[in-house]
């Protein structure tokens, strides 16, 4: 005996992007990445052909990708769509703040929101953190941050002092845990190079400039990266504008030759 698995779609998690989103309801729907500039997508970058190009062609039968006024337009409508589906709740959510740290501004349309539902109120698991104990993973995961905030003087619920002793002694995580203890107490200073990696880096005679010097002072490790190791940054082959002039001689060059060539063949042709 072997028991079936539910049908597809009666109790089931759906992950997908808005513009490819279902029509039909769902009871739940939860929205990430509310964030100006994202949602909806702002894109000045019209590519190669221009909207007037593109309307322009679209004119002579010849339809390409969508303007970046038609795409803002298709946009707005799979949001108000996606806003639309839930049956029963709709959870929106946008980031605080990026990768490197820097602050990032909620979506215009929550301002939307608010004013037509001024009940609504803002919930944040930054500013009051809340706890769920899950499974073991999550949890380790939390107890690393618990014990990160303890020792630069935090204090912490007395529940994480218990769930560290149950870590401590499961034989599974004890060498987890020590090894994630020796990561929090890790300090990324460098070591100094020793004389004769300098030499090999430099040479026995050094030759510099006052751009060399000032980017010394700035920043010594950034000297050593750019004249010692000598790293540059990687090539990132897109089309940019500056380029746009270089193609289209490019591509006149490429025509006037096939014409050249075309034309001699003709007449070779004729005397033949």
Not at 107 to 125: A, G, Q, V, Y
Not at 145 to 169: A, M, P, Q, T, V
Not at 241 to 261: A, K, N, P, Q, R
Request: charged letters at 35%; a neutral charge.
């Amino acid at each position: 005996m072997s028991f079936g698995k539910l049908p597809a779609g009666f109790d089931e998690v759906t992950v997908g992007d808005v513009d490819r989103s279902r029509s039909h309801t769902v009871k739940v729907i939860f929205i990430i990445g509310v964030n100006d500039g994202s949602f909806p997508e702002v894109n000045n970058n019209e590519g190669f052909l221009n909207d007037n190009d593109r309307e322009f062609l679209k004119k002579q039968d010849v339809e390409l990708a969508k303007t970046t006024l038609e795409a803002l337009y298709n946009d707005n409508f799979n949001i108000y769509k996606a806003f639309g589906t839930s049956e029963e709740k709709l959870y929106i959510s946008y980031a605080s703040q990026d990768t490197d740290g820097s602050a990032l501004k909620p979506s215009t349309l929550l301002l939307k929101i608010r004013k037509i539902f001024p009940n609504l109120k803002e919930d944040s698991d930054i500013i009051t953190k809340k706890t769920v104990i899950s499974t073991r993973e999550a949890v380790f995961d939390e107890l690393l941050l618990n014990i990160r905030n303890f020792k630069n003087g935090r204090k912490i619920d007395e529940i994480w002092f218990e769930i560290y002793k149950i870590f401590k002694e499961d034989k599974k995580w004890t060498g987890k845990l020590e090894k994630a203890e020796k990561a929090i107490d890790f300090t990324n200073m460098p070591e100094k190079i020793n004389e004769n990696n300098i030499k090999k880096l430099y040479g026995n005679t050094l030759k510099t400039s006052v751009s060399k010097l000032e980017s010394y002072q700035k920043c010594a490790f950034s000297f050593y990266l750019k004249y010692g190791l000598k790293l540059k940054d990687k090539e990132s082959f897109k089309l940019e504008g500056l380029d746009t002039g270089s193609f289209m001689h490019d591509v006149i060059d490429t025509f006037f030759e096939e014409v050249e060539t075309r034309r001699n063949e003709f007449k070779r042709n004729n005397r033949k």
